[in-house]
């Protein structure tokens, strides 16, 4: 007998026997795919049977699915090619499920002594997640104006849908924004729209405990402003150069851009763009008088307009090509003099100042100024005059300046001569001539009133020679000036030691301190010795 005709006494079996409560199948559901393979798992390990059964229950039937015993599996016909039994665990495994695979599938386990140990659990087949669609009402709106609702389809089985920006989730407000779930779709209502509410691209994401999938990403173009339109600068100066560079800027935000026009004291210019220019302007041929100026910004698709608060200013001509002329011949400290005047291509200028260095120049014993300032006297120069004069012409709109480099020659002075006065035989000897003087001076050297080859800075002696010990004088002499000074250095030769150090300081001054302690003390001792002695009357 084998185990197909041996199924309807099992089936009995199983109903009457004694039956074992424990746990054979884990809890359910399992979903599976529609079209792929499941297996159907226990939780017995090894269990010691006769027979094990799994039946099919789709709600309206009972189907038996196979029977494992161990002479082998026996699979019912409208599963065969399709089940199999682990005959080793129980385990059920389907393949190319099928929509009417659906449903609980019980486990009985029967043992020798006709005991039945029995299960259940329920099989979920779920149709893929495809074909994932946004529908909107819309793919252009108007802020505020417009209601916007987006529809998501897909096909699948126990499907969850998300709105996504990204990764981040659209959440409904319960006011304007509202989010409907049935079972195939989705729908999002956003009312009175606004830019910020779907500023980049959205998902439908619709998804089952097996699968999910993702919609094509959906661009809302909202439509918005202008708002507040504004100029740059907010607040240009007073008073503005003639032909510099400037220009105002218009801006609102605006989708689509803005269209811009320029209005001066509310009249129309013909003058369009986000951008006016001083040459705009000029060519108007406005006086120096301060006029209002506004942009006026305009939405083809809003059909909304609005205006950019009025910025005021002038226009005039600013100082330029500032220059400064002083004298082209050689100055020299003490003999000559300057004369140097600032002077502008075109602007005037309301003021003149005056620097040295960076310094302001101010009326002095030396110094004098015309009485517009726009010319400084210096007479006579000194070597202080040397230096970068800057002339600064200033009026309401403007600032300009000039330089002029004034160098004044001077000089040699304070001639010195750095060295030791007195050497040991076979000493170098290093002596070193440095003055003031501008250009910087030449040197020559004499030694005891006679002309040497020497003409740098410094005099070197290589192992001195008692010869070398007498006058070595440094002649310093500026060539533009013509002026000569020296300075006499004397050295000493001395033999090998006679410049060894004595007694140092600290000694000699403690030796001065106790001759003066002796000293004062036989003093004292002296009167002491008078007053005590009696002096014998003459008469």
């Excluded at 809890?27 to 393979?37: Q, R, T």
């Excluded at 001792?525 to 014998?536: N, S, W, Y």
Aim: negative net charge; proline residues 6%; hydrophobic residues 40%.
């Amino acid at each position: 007998m084998d185990v197909l005709s041996l199924t309807p006494l099992l089936l009995l079996l199983s109903f009457l026997g004694c039956c074992a409560g424990q746990n054979v199948l884990p809890d359910g559901p399992v979903d599976a795919i529609l079209g792929k393979s499941v297996t159907l798992k226990t939780l017995v390990d090894k269990p010691v049977y006769v027979f094990i059964i799994w039946n099919h229950n789709d709600g309206s039937e009972q189907t038996h699915v196979a029977t494992a015993s161990h002479t082998g599996v026996k699979v019912n016909d409208p599963y065969t090619g399709r089940v199999t039994v682990n005959q080793t665990n129980g385990y059920l495994h389907l393949e190319g499920l099928l929509a009417s695979d659906n449903g609980d599938y019980s486990i009985n386990i029967i043992t020798a002594d006709g005991t039945t140990i029995t299960g259940e659990i329920h099989l979920r087949v779920l149709e893929p997640v495809s074909t994932v669609v946004i529908t909107p009402s819309l793919t252009e709106a108007t802020e505020h104006n417009s209601t916007v609702v987006l529809i998501c389809d897909a096909k699948g089985s126990y499907l969850k849908f998300a709105w996504l920006m990204g990764t981040k989730a659209i959440v409904a407000d319960g006011k304007r924004i509202t989010l409907k779930e049935e079972k195939l779709s989705s729908t999002l209502t956003i009312t009175g729209v606004l830019r910020t509410d779907l500023p980049t691209p959205v998902t439908c994401n619709a998804t089952n405990n097996l699968e999910s999938q993702n919609s094509a990403p959906f661009s809302l173009i909202v439509h918005y402003g202008p708002d507040k339109v504004s100029i740059t600068p907010p607040n240009p100066p007073k008073f503005l150069r003639s032909k510099s560079n400037f220009s105002l800027s218009c801006a609102s935000p605006s989708s689509p851009p803005a269209t811009f026009s320029w209005y001066q004291n509310q009249q129309l210019l013909e003058v369009t763009g986000p951008v006016l220019t001083l040459e705009a302007i000029e060519a108007l041929k406005l006086d120096s008088a301060v006029v209002n100026f506004t942009c006026r910004a305009n939405n083809a698709k809003t059909q909304r307009a609005d205006s950019s608060p009025a910025v005021s200013f002038a226009v005039m001509e600013a100082i330029s090509g500032a220059e400064v002329s002083g004298p082209t011949s050689v100055l020299i400290a003490r003999n000559s003099s300057a004369n140097l005047s600032c002077r502008a291509a075109s602007g005037q200028a309301q003021s003149v100042r005056w620097e040295q260095d960076g310094v302001a120049v101010s009326s002095a014993a030396r110094r004098s100024f015309s009485p517009d300032m726009s010319s400084m006297f210096i007479r006579p120069l000194q070597k202080e005059d040397t230096g970068e004069f800057t002339c600064l012409l200033t009026n309401p709109i403007s600032t300009d300046s000039a330089s002029y480099r004034l160098l004044v020659n001077y000089g040699p002075e304070a001639v010195q001569v750095v060295g030791d006065p007195a050497v040991e035989v076979d000493t170098n000897v290093v002596l070193t001539c440095s003055a003031a003087s501008v250009p910087p001076a030449n040197f020559t050297w004499k030694f005891n009133g006679t002309k040497t080859e020497v003409k740098t800075a410094q005099y070197q002696i290589q192992a001195a020679r008692y010869k070398n010990t007498g006058m070595y004088m440094c002649e310093a002499h500026n060539a533009v000036t013509g002026k000569t000074s020296t300075y006499t250095h004397t050295l000493s030769v001395k033999e090998e030691g006679a410049l060894d150090e004595g007694l140092s300081d600290g000694a000699i001054a403690g030796i001065v301190i106790a001759v003066l302690i002796t000293l004062g003390a036989a003093i004292a001792l002296l009167f002491f010795c008078r007053q005590r002695v009696p002096v014998e009357s003459p008469y």
